[in-house]
């Protein structure tokens, strides 16, 4: 990280699914750089003890209830960070569940929840969000799609789908809002040791478990929710404001493409 300022003037952050993982460390990191933090969660109770412990480290953050799959409650609690915090100009699309079932058995319904999360709520997100980065002349989005994406992923069709269409999406809105002073950028994370991974290795999807997985990747260790933090907070700052429309892979290697 360089050592000058994150930001040259005072600004409010949202990241989603931030009561713990990835979206917590990117909370704090934010807040440790100096941004108040909405911490979004659909667990009210973990998205309050993650403001707390964001404000225990010395930041400023608020923690609400919210499921990105519905527009009218996320545009409530926007209407409340704008209240608490002021308008956000930092946007972190973190939320996101990651099912397995073999593509045969995936059902309508299955599919639709994929993709009301992870795709839908991302758009939802976004669209609510960017009229007050457009205002300001400056906004920062990051938003985290998958390697699977990339790659593809045995009993997660659904899932990569969503995740590839994220990057789809955030590559359109940082060609239509680049103009408008807003950087759009997509962070694919893979193998992060995380409570949701530790899940799935609990259930059988990940075989002899996390750190079997260590010896396939280059840098011979799991990543870190911490690791995917860096680069959010690193793609949130002025000085990456030449940075737009990217895909910027935190895997340790396991996905170059």
């Given amino acids: 990280m360089s050592g000058l300022p994150a930001w040259s003037e005072p600004r409010t952050a949202i990241v989603t699914g931030s009561g713990s993982g990835i979206g917590l460390a990117t909370g704090m990191r934010l807040a440790a750089e100096g941004a108040a933090v909405a911490v979004w969660d659909i667990d009210g109770d973990s998205a309050k003890a993650a403001a707390a412990q964001i404000t225990e480290a010395g930041g400023t953050a608020v923690g609400l209830a919210v499921d990105v799959a519905d527009r009218s409650r996320i545009d409530e609690a926007l209407a409340e960070v704008r209240s608490l915090l002021g308008p956000a100009t ?28 992870n795709l839908a ?33 045995t009993r997660q069709a659904h899932y990569a789908a969503s995740k590839a269409g994220v990057i789809g999406l955030s ?62 907070v690193y793609l949130a700052r002025d000085e990456a404001g030449f940075i737009t429309g990217q895909v910027v892979g935190v895997n340790g290697g396991r996905v170059i493409v």
């Fill in 121 to 153: 709520g991302t758009f939802h997100c976004c669209q609510a969000v960017a009229p007050d980065m457009i205002a300001a002349g400056w906004g920062r989005i990051v938003n985290i799609s998958s390697s699977s994406a990339q790659t593809g992923n």
């Fill in 171 to 232: 590559r359109s809105l940082a060609q239509e809002l680049g103009p408008k002073g807003i950087t759009v950028n997509i962070v694919p994370p893979s193998f992060i040791d995380t409570p949701a991974l530790r899940g799935s290795a609990e259930a059988g999807f990940l075989g002899s478990g996390v750190e079997s997985h260590v010896q396939s990747t280059p840098v011979r260790r799991v990543g870190r929710p911490e690791d995917i933090a860096s680069a959010c």
């Fill in 90 to 117: 930092i946007l972190v699309n973190n939320a996101g569940i990651s099912p397995f079932k073999r593509f045969l058995d995936i059902s309508a319904e299955d599919f639709a929840r994929v993709m009301a999360v």
